[in-house]
């Protein structure tokens, strides 16, 4: 099954300031998605980022605030910009490789405090 | 739309105590089921699934079945440890051979003591 590694694994920063969180999976993948688990909650959907094309965004969420790369089949980036107490949260990446047991893998998240 | 119900947390046992988690579903048609677990710390990670009607996953332990009848697949261990204090999430997957997206339950937390 394919291997995430997301970067930071936390971070501690001042409002108003932004942060690219990375993901590089070990295998090319067609889907990859980024998530919000605020706390104490279940994992919301910010957006799908597909490779060579602009990322599908889910209700609540914009580009503005959470602008999303996709450059190639094993890489992805969320950018959390203009950061507020409100965005404290973890952050995950997961992917889709279509051919495993599960829909799909994990990483193991970034935990963002926002101070 | 889709939706996935579990029961509500914080539950606590005593290590070998008798572990019961609900989770109920709504889906228009049939979904996949799965549990995972999200220890300390960690992402998620699949503990188990179903992927039709009376279908039963297990693993380390744990069992759930999926019951069409009931639209449920309550997560069941028999005996639990300390090391399976961690937060669990019943999802529901309808996508078929094509992507579709996944549903979350809104997370167990199970703290076990010794």
């Known amino acids: 099954s394919a291997v995430i590694s997301q970067k930071p694994s936390r971070d501690i920063c001042q409002r108003g300031t932004s942060l690219t969180i990375q993901c590089q999976v070990d295998s090319q993948v067609t889907m990859m998605f980024w998530y919000r688990q605020q706390p104490g909650q279940s994992l919301t959907l910010i957006a799908t980022?597909?490779?060579?094309?602009?990322?599908?965004?889910e209700s609540g969420f914009v580009i503005d605030k959470f602008p999303i790369s996709r450059p190639n089949l094993t890489f992805s980036t969320l950018t959390v910009s203009n950061m507020s107490p409100e965005d404290s949260s973890i952050y995950l990446c997961?992917?889709?490789?279509?051919?495993?047991?599960?829909?799909?893998?994990f990483g193991d998240g970034t935990r963002l405090s926002i101070l | 739309g889709d939706s996935v119900t579990q029961m509500e947390g914080p539950v606590t046992l005593s290590e070998e105590a008798f572990l019961t988690i609900n989770c109920t579903y709504t889906a228009t048609g049939y979904p996949s089921l799965f549990w995972y677990v999200q220890y300390p710390g960690e992402g998620l990670q699949l503990l188990l699934k179903a992927t039709k009607a009376d279908d039963k996953g297990s693993n380390k332990g744990f069992e759930a079945t999926y019951r069409k009848e009931t639209t449920s697949f309550h997560l069941e261990k028999g005996s639990v440890q300390v090391s399976d204090s961690a937060v669990y999430f019943c999802l529901s997957y309808a996508g078929g051979t094509s992507y579709g997206k996944l549903t979350f339950g809104q997370g167990t937390i199970l703290t076990v003591h010794p």
């Open positions: 997961s992917v889709a490789d279509g051919h495993s047991n599960q829909p799909q893998h």
């Open positions: 980022a597909n490779q060579g094309s602009e990322a599908t965004y």
